[in-house]
């Protein structure tokens, strides 16, 4: 087995399994997590509050979002043939390729977009929380409206991850 051999291997595994974390993580909490917060009422509140205060979703899904979209940069060169052209203009090239536009697209929403809302929340998860008694209607207010545009916004960066998973899968068996 040669070096090369290991860096590819190695770098596909990272890819993989990042991919997986990041958007399956993603699918999860769209698909599990809010509609059980939403339907536990007062105690989902609390539950995600304590969630986004932590802040260790934001930054497992990011971490991930990254490490998938580096590895998946250092093995573009090598599985492009250097950026052949032939191989570009192919049905496997161009579909690695639309693929690879739609994970960068979703990594980018995600950190620019969706983490900058996730970090406000979390502030605003932590004074909640911090707090003795009830807190002041504006307070909750400003984290529903902050959790509704995390909602959203995960949406989006969550859909691009599954078209880019789609098409990278679709990549490798054509």
């Known amino acids: 087995m040669t070096i090369a051999t290991i860096y590819i291997t190695l770098l596909r595994i990272i890819h993989i399994f990042a991919a997986v974390t990041w958007v399956g993580g993603g699918i999860f909490v769209m698909s599990v997590i809010t509609p059980t917060v939403a339907a536990a009422g007062p105690d989902g509140a609390r539950f995600m509050l304590r969630l986004a205060s932590l802040g260790r979703l934001t930054q497992v899904l990011t971490g991930s979002a990254i490490l998938t979209v580096l590895a998946g940069l250092l093995l573009f060169w090598p599985t492009s043939g250097g950026l052949n052209q032939a191989w570009l203009k192919s049905p496997n090239g161009i579909t690695l390729t639309i693929g690879a536009i739609f994970g960068i697209l979703a990594a980018l929403h995600g950190v620019f977009a969706t983490s900058p809302i996730a970090r406000k929340l979390g502030v605003v998860a932590t004074d909640i929380l911090n707090r003795q008694g009830p ?32 098409f990278m899968a679709a990549a490798q068996t054509i």
Not at 142 to 153: E, K, P, S, W
């Open 135 to 166: 807190p002041p209607p504006e307070l909750l207010q400003q984290a529903q409206t902050l959790g509704a545009r995390m909602g959203t916004n995960t949406a989006v960066s969550v859909g691009m991850g599954a078209l880019a998973l789609l």
